[in-house]
């Protein structure tokens, strides 16, 4: 038992009770104002594509559109139209709900369209072809009206068959996992490797049309008796669509041990699906996406070029991949010696790193390869079959998630085979070993004097990737024959860039969703706000121009920055410690999403998407003792000992779950719902504690800031989405909440002992004062923004004032109010959103003007830093480009999220 001494029973009762009375209730405000809302929100809303060209290719797009508060019922029923106002089949679901039963979030699918479409309130249009799904077979059958397909509810092939009418297209769709028992880490011998096969243990159908149909399948890879690499995917499938997509995730949980050659390394990692081969082998076409919409456009048995001509028309034809005409109407010097002519079985393209690929191809199996060609930045498309029909395939993010590879094997029989490599076979095998011995870091005192140096939190066995995930997504056409170049060319560009649906910043902004008045759009009326949308635009810019100089790209990197620079060897800290990668640390995914949501700019969105699938995947474990907590930044995103809720913060996740209703980080959000269980397991502060400590079920230490932020915003999202717990979570949102307000110094109090089983802060027997400059910067401001929005607790939003009110205060002022200072602080210009919403809520004019002068005038960015790249050139660096040495991470998300909040806030009490 802990050694702490037990708050009052009777105060976490009283606690308790005062939370059960705010259980559904709004503020007056908001209660007030609903009326107004629901008019408002009723208006028809513009949905509009990222990206130019609409759908194109892709079998299908959902959007999430936000209400306000009050606007629409929950059985309300939408339709949309097209820019002619004809009738656009959509499906529609419920997202979110606010507290009054109201719909905060709908997701809206479609299978046609081009440019902008129209939501409103009415009947849905019913597609000419609908998904049907029929789950009573053995297979469970999704009908798109185009293709059929059978997938499996057991064993190792998960999608039996792909069909276009009567025609097969593919067949045994699986996945394929090869292991390499034994990393060489020298030149010692032949490499072993054993295959391992997806096999399948639950099947679930998630939505059954009829314009969208999902379906879940989960396993893990298996031979024999062992079965390691739980995956997890899901196949969408939309009406009148010849196309699938598939969203793959894995969750590592090999052994690799640092110092040791054995273990279980991941030498390929794919997915494969057979292809009958029915047409002769000139009519049999292969495609391979290069650069762009480049293609490498070739026959299994190719008759160009041959000393013989066979005629133009036919070499055309071959070329446009037609079916040629009957060889006897060909030139016969060149139909008399087709057996002569070689047959092209085997294609492979292999993207080992960012900037190069090569592509080869051989006759079969156990003849020499040919080389083919290549590039710098493949499309990760391709496509095989014939005049009768084929496959067309593709890998999202092909060369930034490297090392990635497409195969084609044995196209010249009835049964071609395609793979597509998530990691490329011909890479060096998947090492994720500690990359450091410990170097003698044996105690917390050792470790601690280690963080001095480095920066990094060593800690022996904790910089272990076991739970760490990686979620890839592919696409599959079914094609009655070889497509044209032009919609080859369509369907690469889809895999590039999946098109998406959006909700103008207007409505986003309207909804009063992810922290009402926090965000408003870009305005540049005054040379002030000019200034600071500049200043946005430039930081934007610099890490998306760093990304590409510094190659921040791989299968388990791509969608993470840095965190620091070092002018010294102008690169930034990649080697050293917590100043490497960033793992979300004050939070940058919230700078990049309110950037997007106010501007609804397509470059930052696909900059927040990849950060959102990284940190949501790879910085967080979803399996072992630490479910639930996500790795401080370091070298290797799993190296660091601390593992916390503000890196797994369900905050991050929110934003593209709910503009885009994506299951995948659906899953994510609602695995944290339980996390609170996690501080048995693990005290983030063990190594800095003076008092003695010990992990109680009814008594566990949790801090109000970090630590209360990431537990909240899963439970608010899970209590919002009506998930399985929503219960159980609004009980914990509530009754939390509650226990902060209670405590003597409300959020100042700095942390409290939580109750596993009753989800209740016991309330301290006396006032203490524990502030630190990181609790309010993992998105405590955006969560408690929307809390007071949607609970009417005025203790709570008291508490929170308070704090906000003190932060940027004097030491004097801090000591008047709570009888000490808050010692020594940092971060001010990011605290100065506290003082803007405070200001707000108060209606506090000094609040106001010290908001801007904590913004203008204290740490972080200022109007004299030089807004400006140097050149780097030559031997300084190992590649041209630009540096900003006087730009950091931290720095770059608190001044971003300062701005746009002071901004949006405050935007019309700027000092001259």
Sequence with gaps: MSPIPRRSLLKAAAVAGA???????????????????????????????????????????????????????????????????????VQTWPLAYWPDGSLKWTAHAVATGTGKLTLTTGTPAEPARKVTVDSGGGTIDVSTGVITAKIGKNGTTIVKSVTRGSTEIARNGRLVLLRQPEIEDEDQGTVRTERFDGAVSA??????????????????????????????????????????????????????????????????????????????????????????????????????????????????????????????????????????????????????????????????????????????????????????????????????????????????????????????????PMDLRFYHDGMGQDTYAEQLEGLNITYEDYEPGFGTPYGIARTSELLFWANDSTPTADTLARQAEAVRVLPQLAAPPKQLIKAEVFGPGLYSEPDRSTPAKARIEDHLDFLFTYYKDQVEMRRWYGFWDYGDIMHTYDSARHVWRYDIGGYAWDNSELSPDLWLWYAYLRSGRSDIFRFAEAMTR?????????????????????????????????????????????????????????????????????????????????????????????????????????????????????????????????????????????????????????????????????????????????????????????YCRYFNATKAEQTARYGTSFGTLLLFQGHSRLDAYAAVQTGDPALAKRAWAKFYNSDGYTESSPWKTERLTGPAGLVEGAEAAWVSTNDTALYGLAAIENLALLGDRMPA
């Design 614 to 802: 990284h940190t949501g995947e790879v910085d967080v474990y979803h399996l072992g003792t630490w479910a639930g907590l996500g790795t401080r930044h370091g070298v290797q995103h799993f190296a660091d000992s601390a593992k916390q809720q503000r890196i797994a913060n369900t905050t991050y996740r929110r934003f593209y779950y709910f503009l885009t209703a994506d299951e995948r980080v659906g899953d994510l959000m609602h695995a944290n719902v339980d996390s609170d269980e996690t501080f048995l397991a693990l005290d983030p502060q063990r190594k800095v504690r003076t008092d003695p400590y010990t992990p109680d079920r009814h008594a566990l230490s949790i801090g109000f800031g970090t630590d209360w932020s990431g537990l909240v915003s899963a439970w608010l999202t899970e209590w919002e989405r009506k998930g399985p717990k929503w219960e159980k979570a609004r009980a914990r949102v509530l009754s939390t909440m509650a226990g902060i307000a209670a405590q003597p110094n409300g959020f100042v109090q700095g942390s409290g002992l939580y109750d596993l089983d009753t989800g209740e802060f016991a309330v301290a027997d006396k006032p203490a004062v524990s502030v630190s400059h990181l609790s309010a910067v993992f998105g405590l401001n955006e969560l408690c923004a929307e809390l007071i929005h949607l609970v009417d607790m005025p203790k709570f939003k008291e508490a929170y004032l308070d």
């Design 19 to 89: 939370a059960a009375q705010f259980s559904w209730a709004l503020g007056a405000r908001d209660a007030e104002a609903a009326p107004a809302a629901a008019a408002d929100g009723a208006d028809p809303v513009t949905l509009d594509w990222l990206e130019d060209g609409g759908l194109g290719a892709a079998p299908g797009a959902t959007v999430g559109v936000p209400w306000p508060m009050g606007a629409h019922q929950a059985d309300q029923s939408f339709a949309v139209t097209d820019a002619d106002g004809g009738h656009v089949p």
């Design 203 to 428: 099947v679930t159908v998630e939505q059954d049309g009829p314009v969208r149909a999902v379906v879940r399948v989960d396993g893990k890879h298996r031979k024999g008796d062992r079965e390691w690499l739980p995956f997890s995917l899901r196949l969408y499938f939309y009406a009148g669509s010849d196309s699938f997509r598939m969203v793959h995730t894995i969750t590592y949980d090999g052994k690799q041990e640092p110092g040791k050659a054995s273990g279980d390394f991941i030498r390929g990692l794919g997915v494969r699906f057979t292809v009958p081969m029915r047409d002769a082998a000139y009519d049999r076409h292969i495609r391979i996406g290069g650069e762009g919409t480049g293609l490498l456009r070739e026959a299994v048995q190719g008759i160009t070029g041959l000393r013989r001509d066979p005629g133009a028309a036919v070499q055309a034809a071959q070329y446009e991949g037609k079916k040629l005409p009957d060889p006897a109407t060909w030139d016969q010097r060149v139909t008399t010696r087709l057996g002569y002519i070689p047959h092209w079985g085997d294609y492979t393209l292999a993207q080992l790193s960012a900037d190069g690929f090569t592509v080869r191809k051989r006759t079969k199996k156990g003849h020499g390869w040919i080389a083919a060609g290549g590039g710098r930045r493949a499309s990760g498309f391709g496509y095989v079959g014939g005049a009768s029909g084929g496959l067309s395939f593709g890998l999202r993010d092909f060369w930034e998630k490297f090392p990635a590879q497409l195969d084609i094997r044995d196209a010249h029989t009835d049964r071609a085979t395609v793979t597509l490599w998530l990691w490329s076979p011909e890479a060096q």
